[in-house]
């Protein structure tokens, strides 16, 4: 396996957007104000995930003025999961981030992930304003975090933050479910499996168009049924393949 400070900063960025035609574009310039000054080569991956609005063709709009920037249209909505690890297959960089199409994370938040590439496998990040978001989903947030510790002996501030991965580790990973579990479920493998991490501290803005989904009940319980599943797994099943210690890695970065 490539060991981390071998691998060159190249970022493949993962845009999943569902009827975000109000948020799309000010997402793109949002990375675009940092990117192209951290890394040495870019793709971004917009997923036009079965929009009924006009995301699909601002996202074309997009590409038409940057040969950087490929969308992927869906026939129909495919989920955010889905979309990440399909991007993760055709990402051509070393690390790949996932960014929401509708705009939820400052500039400044990402360019201070992006600045922490190279230094470890995994850069994963906590809301420092949580206060942004409505107080049932922060109470929800904080159990979830709380279990997900419990069950996998970790120490993490939160597991559905922006999170960027090497994709040579990544990409090995055994997670079968496109839920909004899933990046909770590759962290603790990956984590329970000993490689290196760094929690960086992000802002989030209030959403001014749509709303979230992650919320809805079928959504809740598909996230539950699939921890408990993975818990098994890596608890019982294979506890000797993920048995090692997660390194966290203490930098200050500016």
Known sequence: MLNGDALKRTMSVIVPALNE?????STYSEIMGFIKDEFEEYEILIFDDGSSDRTG???????AGNPCVRVIHNKENM???YNYFAGIGMARMN???LIPGDNEYLGSSIKRMFRYVGHADIITSYSINMESRPYTRRILSRLYTIMINAFFDLE??????AVIHRNDIVRDVDVSTFSFAYQSLILTQLLKSG?????VGVYLRQRHAGQSTALKIKNVMSVLSNVARHWVKIRFLEK???CRQARRIILDID
């Open 240 to 242: 000797q393949r993920y």
């Open 95 to 97: 690390y790949s981030m």
């Open 57 to 63: 063709e601002i996202a074309d709009e997009i590409a």
């Open 195 to 199: 490689h290196t991490f760094i929690e």
């Open 21 to 25: 035609e109000a948020n799309i574009s």
């Open 79 to 81: 989920g955010i999961g």
């Open 156 to 161: 993490l501030n939160y597991y559905n933050g």
